[in-house]
């Protein structure tokens, strides 16, 4: 079974553009998870996805949004980028919203640069 | 409010000693605990995880960690380490919040 893919791997923008990301899951996961990894940060939760709905967000701004189309597939997008957006941002999968014995698997992340 | 503690940024070891990383937790519900390991340019990949029942957890690539409620702990052990095991660990829980709280990564370095 195939994993959790990303989409780009590597992005490079400057500051006030916006960016889409994209993240396919595990064939039959419902849930797609976003979170943000940062050297000063670490790992930081942005939003969570089920079944087009979104279920849970962190602590961001809302320049940070996301949608989940029918098929689990999700994007997520950044408008008016700031230096401090750059970052790894990462995807993970899993087969029920926050179920309590759920298990999340990562993508390979997406390396956003901003100049 | 749930946080999880990881002491030590940088642990070294040399190739075939004990590896001991160290997690401490706080969750106002029963937590269920996770390992990742993350190598350079690539995502966090699951070591183990521990949800109810035995408290002793046996992992991937020889790694186990064990539930201590008691010293709210979750430290990720093995017996002998390998210079492959070099990559940057991450200890998580999920408690009453619904998604994943992060410690803040420990790097492992497997000296010759």
């Known amino acids: 079974k195939a994993g959790v893919t990303q989409t780009p791997r590597y992005l490079i923008k400057t500051r006030g553009q916006q960016v889409t990301l994209s993240c396919s899951p595990i064939?039959?996961?419902?849930?797609v998870s976003w979170y943000q990894q940062t050297p000063g940060q670490g790992l930081q939760f942005l939003f969570e996805?089920?079944?087009?709905?979104?279920?849970n967000k962190g602590n961001f701004p809302g320049r940070f949004s996301g949608r989940q189309f029918s098929n689990s597939r999700s994007e997520m997008n950044v408008s008016t980028l700031e230096l401090g957006d750059s970052a790894l941002y990462l995807c993970?999968?899993?087969?029920?919203?926050?179920?309590?014995?759920?298990?999340?698997?990562f993508g390979p992340g997406t390396r956003l640069t901003v100049l | 409010a749930q946080s999880v503690t990881q002491l030590g940024s940088h642990v070294s070891v040399s190739e075939g000693a004990l590896v001991l990383l160290r997690c401490n937790y706080s969750?106002?519900?029963?937590?269920?605990l996770f390992w990742y390991v993350q190598y350079p340019n690539q995502g966090l990949q699951l070591l183990l995880k521990?949800?109810?029942?035995?408290?002793l957890v046996k992992g991937i690539n020889g790694f186990e960690a064990e539930f201590k409620k008691s010293e709210t702990s979750f430290h990720l052990t093995k017996p002998s380490a390998h210079m492959s095991d070099a990559a940057e660990y991450f200890c998580?829980?999920?408690?009453?919040?619904?998604?994943?709280?992060f410690g803040s990564g420990t790097q492992l370095t497997v000296l010759p």
């Open positions: 993970a999968s899993s087969s029920l919203p926050g179920g309590d014995t759920d298990t999340q698997y």
């Open positions: 064939s039959g996961h419902r849930s």
């Open positions: 996805y089920f079944s087009e709905t979104q279920r």
């Open positions: 969750s106002s519900v029963p937590p269920y």
């Open positions: 521990y949800t109810t029942g035995a408290t």
């Open positions: 998580a829980l999920k408690g009453s919040a619904r998604q994943l709280t």
